[in-house]
């Protein structure tokens, strides 16, 4: 009797012990898993988040509001030929900002600028009906780049990108 109660306290033993183990893997898994996410996160770009800014006739045609990567064409916007140059720089606060001006002729058009501080605007604008359709988005905190969302310059309509820092336009391409 005394040989069975040892071998029960043995097993009991062992198999506190083997739960113990597991469940210290479960927690260095768990605690490994969150250090991979956190350095996921840490590693993935920003994101931008700023609210864009648009003029009330900004959005009634096809492929407006959305961003570039949001439509159709996506990964197939490219620079055209803009009398002038698709691609302007100004300097501004120590930074030289590259303003590009993108296109696709399914979906339309966008602005992108880069090596930009806070405080400056990827703009794109429009003439339409009632004057001047336009969209705007900021450079957010910790990035240095801003891109519109796509305005429509099909069908014979014309667009521009234009880079705004501290409400002063600074750079501009032709219209296109």
Known sequence: ?????????????????????RNG????????GAAFALGLAAITPLQAQAAPMESATYGNLPNE???PEQTSCS??????NVPGG??????HAGHTITLR?????????FARIENAPE???????????????????????????????VINNLDGR?????????NQRLAETAWY
């Open 158 to 166: 014309l667009s521009k990108a234009v880079l705004f820092c501290d």
């Open 1 to 21: 009797m005394l040989c069975q109660r040892g071998q029960v306290i043995a097993e009991e033993t062992w198999k506190r012990k083997r739960e113990t183990s």
């Open 119 to 149: 405080g400056c605007a990827a703009h794109s604008n429009r003439p339409s009906d009632t004057g001047t359709a336009w969209v705007l988005e900021t450079v957010d905190p910790g990035i240095n780049y801003a891109y519109t969302k």
């Open 25 to 32: 893997r479960r927690g260095r898994r768990a605690l490994l």
């Open 86 to 91: 698709a691609t302007k720089t100004a300097v």
């Open 75 to 80: 990964g197939s916007y490219y620079q055209p």
């Open 101 to 109: 001006y993108f296109y696709n002729p399914g979906c339309g058009s």
């Open 65 to 67: 509001g959305l961003y």
